[in-house]
């Protein structure tokens, strides 16, 4: 059964499927057109906010109702929309249906391994998180091949629980490092200690029955501040994204996206030099932004054990302990000389702090502040402003699996016409 | 007179012009097609090397011989494209007519205020520097109204002295600070003591007849890295450009274009804090890559007068003279700071040094090279290389004046159908 066209210019497509001379490069070209129809409808109804009625979408995307209502029904029996109840509108016409991300059908899991844990997620369409598993464990110096292998078991046990109906389309992986995501290779992590690490040799596949693409962690980790969920962008659109742990990452995020670089591999604040006289750092320089700023630098520095919790080392500072207030000032001071430099850099005057930053923000606010204010040239035309990340425990792992729910939004055609009991 | 089509889909193109019920949009459709094919054969034309016959543009572009003849005509007519004598090919056929950007039809205006003068060039459209006026002059603390009205004149003059049948097509205006190309607002030059000018109120257009629209200095000058000519892409399309004069800019180009930022205001590596107990620099920070390695504070440093030459300082140092030494050590050690911790940050591991940094590059390459090996993550898999730029003495301007010229080869019809004596 042949498809039938979709499209914004619907006279133009009949016209074609008038002309009988050239039958497979006309069906080529329906199926082209109801997919990238598809595709733009689900990119309405997942970035809208409050949900969209059929005749919302409509107006948003200057097709015909009656297309756009073709094109919500096969999205909503292919289980990417779902319809809420209708609602009685203010003043006259029929109520409308709202729309929604589908929550039931398409899942994707997100991997992390970072120096301090592991951790499993699977999150649905609509942004909801459906199952976490988080081991902690120390795991500096550990061998890439046993801790995959871990992760692989975590991963394999998150699908074997997950409800009957919901499909796994991908799995994202976020490494505390350098990584090539077209090839799976780590280049390096030197917090785990971690160099050349082929991935998808180590990584077994077959136990989650779906492939696994890699990406560094910050990058990852920085969607779930662009985005509110899967499609839905949020408020900030810009920013310098930088998450502590006991390496600092970092990702230049512009227009939603982190800025790729050459190979990949841009982001990398935490390993500025901010002063060369400074520790050494476990990636071979001194000084790194990380020995001020990551955790385990900042504790130590506070006279506090290397695990201890970021509370205890507010609870210092707020007592007016000396030592821990001075490893919290150079701790801020060092943040803004290095993200005023990527500032004047790249000209994103706002930064987004994550993981144990975000936890101290309050703490590092007023220095950091000032610093930015000090170091970055157009500070008095646009002061850069500082702001959190969400709170959730392992964002690199979410938006690991972000980006994968992202390719249905993007392309709902190749998920839903390969589902049983669908129409297509 | 309805112009033709000369579309790569001739055939959709001619059903389009025999539906007589909608002749102004389809001749407004028939305008925009041609439009776009002279643009795509322009900037085939201006891309290629060496010089192509219209066999070439048809095999490049996917368009019939006969479409690109007559869009090549119309180029030609224009005076946007030039003809060279035919030359016998190898084998069979007949010889092919090579055709190169014309010469002597269209111009730009670059201007430059630089710390330490101010420059008008006239760039022809193949890239050929007609005019260059150079004022040499310490412009430190001066008032913008009097030296734009003196960049002014200059301008003036350079127009005045044309050869009869070259048309200016616009000019672009480089100056060392961070400027907002939509606004025509420069925010701040530190060395120049400028801020808050409004360039297009103080600079007088109807002195020269077209408008001028302003960059900054690096963003500008990068273009004569990334192209050989307008148009005409170079080898190096990813790249650090660091321009070295008593200030120092910088522009991060990827792909050819230098990252914009937020504001336009990218690329400022000059005020990259380097050691923040160091001197005071000019934008109200300390310690920024500038105060060691800007050419007034290098030659300072070194020991020679402010205004002396780079030869002098090379001179100094091959003689063995130790502080002149010392100073091109800490310039080079403070670049390979700063620049280093740009790669980290945009992943673009080609410097390339213009300005008396070009000039000195063999002096500061052995330090430099070594410090970015240890300060950038990636440097044991890219290592970063360092390139010099072209030994123009005013990049800025002609840069700008490029960025003019581009909007020829961009959309040629605009400007050839406005020609005196030219068909459409």
Redesign the interface.
């Known amino acids: 059964v042949p498809t039938s066209p979709h499209g914004p210019r619907g006279h133009q497509q009949r016209a074609s499927r008038d002309t009988g001379s050239h039958p497979p490069a006309s069906r080529v070209d329906q199926a082209r057109a109801r997919a990238t129809n598809l595709a733009l409808v689900a990119r309405t109804v997942f970035a809208a906010d409050p949900p969209p009625t059929r005749a919302d979408v409509a107006a948003a995307t200057s097709m015909t109702r009656s297309t756009v209502s073709r094109l919500v029904d096969d999205l909503v029996d292919g289980a990417v929309v779902a319809e809420l109840e209708p609602v009685a509108k203010v003043g006259p016409g029929r109520p409308g249906t709202p729309l929604v991300p589908h929550a039931g059908a398409f899942a994707a899991l997100g991997l992390q391994v970072n120096v301090g844990y592991l951790a499993v997620v699977v999150v649905d369409l609509a942004g909801g998180i459906r199952t976490r598993r988080l081991v902690t464990d120390d795991l500096r110096g550990s061998g890439p091949a046993v801790v995959l292998e871990r992760l692989a078991t975590e991963a394999a046990a998150a699908v074997a629980d997950l409800p009957p109906g919901l499909e796994i389309v991908g799995a994202g992986l976020a490494l505390p490092g350098?990584v090539t995501t077209a090839t799976g290779m780590l280049?390096?992590a030197?917090n785990l200690g971690w160099s050349d690490v082929d991935v998808p040799s180590l990584f077994d596949t077959a136990r989650i029955g779906v492939p696994v693409s890699v990406g560094n962690e910050a990058d990852l980790a920085s969607r779930t501040v662009s985005l509110v969920s899967p499609g839905h962008p949020g408020a900030l659109r810009?920013f310098i994204y930088v998450s502590g742990e006991t390496g600092i990452g970092?990702a230049?995020v512009?227009d939603g996206l982190p800025?790729?670089?050459?190979?990949?591999?841009?982001?990398?604040?935490g390993?500025?030099?901010v002063d060369?006289s400074g520790p050494a750092c476990s990636?071979?320089?001194t000084g790194c932004l990380e020995q001020y700023a990551g955790k385990r630098a900042l504790l130590t520095a506070a006279g506090l054990d290397a695990d201890a919790s970021t509370t205890a080392l507010a609870e210092r500072v707020r007592s007016g302990d000396d030592r821990a207030t001075r490893a919290v000032d150079r701790a801020a001071w060092a943040l803004g000389?290095?993200v005023?430099?990527?500032i004047?850099?790249?000209?994103?005057?706002v930064v987004v702090l994550g993981g144990h930053l975000r936890e101290i923000a309050s703490l590092l606010r007023p220095r950091l502040e000032a610093t930015l204010r000090?170091?970055v040239?157009?500070a008095?035309?646009?002061p850069p402003t500082i702001e959190t990340a969400g709170a959730d425990p392992t964002p690199g792992a979410v938006g690991a699996a972000y980006r994968e729910l992202e390719r249905v939004i993007a392309d709902p055609a190749r998920w839903i016409d390969a589902r049983p009991g669908t129409s297509g």
């Open positions: 350098i280049l390096r030197p810009d970092g230049v512009i800025l790729p670089g050459r190979h990949g591999w841009a982001g990398e604040i390993h500025v030099t060369p990636c071979g320089s000389w290095a005023g430099g990527a004047n850099i790249v000209d994103v005057p000090e170091r040239i157009s008095g035309w646009v």
